[in-house]
């Protein structure tokens, strides 16, 4: 894990192999950022010019190394580009600022210590430089020979920046020391998150990944019941069992609990853990599959949250279910016309086998009910239709509860995640009507995305508050990296969960 210290250093005199400053774009070419006043001056007056006939307009995710005169300790300065200069008086975003920080780790992999010398202003401009720089500082080089381990030099560059230390604002202050450390558990948990996303699905099994809930709850002191697939097919739990009947993994369901004495209120976290899903008997073509093993980044973010949450020792009980299983075609599993028995009771025909989360889900939903938590967030790469309708970056947000759609969509606005609410339409419900059970686990076409919320919808206790997040878009990154955000597992939606147990702790919510 990468090591993050607050530093009262100058930007000019701190030992490190790389200074990392902050360029903008500014209405006539690059600006230098506040912070790098003392490189500037080593630089004559001229770091701006200089950048500029090095070819850099300030833009986001600009990275620019050049040598670092005399009079800077450090061999190499680092200038990375943080996007149109905010007007006279305003501050950088709070994202601008991950971002370019993330996207300076990543081209610091290799190095051992970077020193961020970018725009300071308050404790949350660190914290937001402290979670960007640790998120960036990231790889994942479990299945690499010879990376990382000074045996085959080549490949050494992959490894993460191993030290991060922050310039600027007031370190001593306990402000800062706060978000440090908040920063620390919770990129440390969105990068296990990664990890576990990562891995591939021949390791990463039911059993396994409730083998490392179980750790990770003797690690945190947490309560963690694990539902092997007997005790599931003996507690009626049709879903779990139906979706993971066709493997030689079979399924479970984990409650991975967070308690505090004095907590007022409990936020229930659900998350989708197919471990891969090849579609079932309803099978994926060619090209639909090769990323299936990312099927399970809802229950990773659930259990990073809850593990975050009970690092910084939150005042809120917050209980997280992992429903987990792998979804694939045998001569043992679910057949498309299979009407299954659900846990809370209903009955559902499955027209599709590769509709499987929704099936998990609802039995997972159904058992967090019974717990009358205050309210019920479910996270799940559910469907290819969230895709189609909000791009890869940004997830969805559906409830029963318009207020609560409203909070959540600020929460991810303010911790920097693209989020956007959506209806329920209760129309389409009607979609899954089945000629002979209580519902089918698919509709027509059209809304998919919004029909897999409702049908979720229906397995939620009566008035509790719940929302549905929709993550298939940007669990998993396929494209070229940018800021703090790698090829594969994002972690996508931890900091959202995060800030809502810590608004729910602090009585901010409901
Ligand atoms: N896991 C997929 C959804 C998905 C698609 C996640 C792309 C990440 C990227 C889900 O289980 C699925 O297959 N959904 C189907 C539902 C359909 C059969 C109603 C889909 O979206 O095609
Ligand atoms: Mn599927
Ligand atoms: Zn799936």
Known sequence: MTALTLSTSGAATLRADALVVGVAKGPKGP???????????????????????????????????????????????????????????????????????????RALAGTKKGAFALPVESAADAAAIAEGALLGAYAFNAYRNGNGNGKNGKDDKSAPLAEVAILGGKPRDKAYKAVADRAIALAEEINRARDLINTPSNDLTPKSFAAAAQAAGKEHGLTVEVLDEKALAKGGYGGLTGV??????????????????????????????????????????????????????????????????ARLGLQVNVTGWLAL?????????????????????????????????????????TRASEEKPDAIVDVATLTGAMVVALGDRTFGIMSND?????????????????????????????????????????????????????????????????????????????????????????????????????????????
Not at 258 to 270: F, P
Not at 425 to 441: F, H, Q, R, T, V
Request: proline share 5%; charged share 20%.
């Open 31 to 105: 600006v230098v950022a506040p912070g790098a006043e003392a490189v500037d001056k080593a630089f004559d007056g001229k770091l701006a010019s200089v950048l500029e006939t090095l070819g850099a307009v300030g833009g986001e995710g600009e990275v620019t190394k050049l040598p670092a005169p005399s009079g800077v300790k450090a061999p190499v300065i680092l200038a990375v580009g943080l996007g149109t200069a905010p007007a006279k008086g305003d501050g950088f975003d709070g994202e601008a600022l991950r971002r370019a920080a993330g996207s300076a780790a």
């Open 244 to 309: 993971g009947q066709g493997s030689a993994n079979p399924p479970r369901l984990v409650k991975i609990a967070y308690t505090h004495a004095k907590a007022k209120k409990t936020v229930a976290l659900v998350g989708k853990g197919i471990t891969y899903d090849s579609g079932g008997i309803s099978l994926k073509p060619a090209g639909h599959n090769e990323t299936m093993k990312c099927d399970m980044s809802g229950a990773a973010a659930v259990f990073a949250s809850v593990v975050t949450a």
């Open 325 to 365: 299983a792998e979804n694939m075609p045998s001569g043992t599993a679910t057949r498309p016309g299979d009407v299954l028995t659900m846990y809370s009771g209903k009955t559902v025909e499955v027209l599709n086998t590769d509709a499987e989360g929704r099936l998990v889900l609802a039995d997972a939903i």
């Open 402 to 510: 318009d207020a609560f759609r409203a909070s959540l969509h600020e929460i991810a606005d303010e911790v920097g995640e693209q989020s956007w609410p959506l209806p329920l339409p209760a129309e389409l419900l009607k979609g899954m009507d089945s000629p002979i059970a209580d519902l089918a686990n698919v509709g027509g076409r059209m809304g998919g995305g919004l029909a897999a919320g409702l049908f979720l919808q229906e397995f939620v206790g009566e008035g509790i508050t719940w929302a549905h997040l929709d993550i298939a878009g940007p669990a998993f990154h396929e494209s070229a990296p940018y800021g703090y955000t790698h090829k594969g597992g994002t972690g996508s939606s931890v900091r959202t969960l995060v800030r809502l147990a810590e608004r729910t702790a602090a009585g901010d919510l409901g």
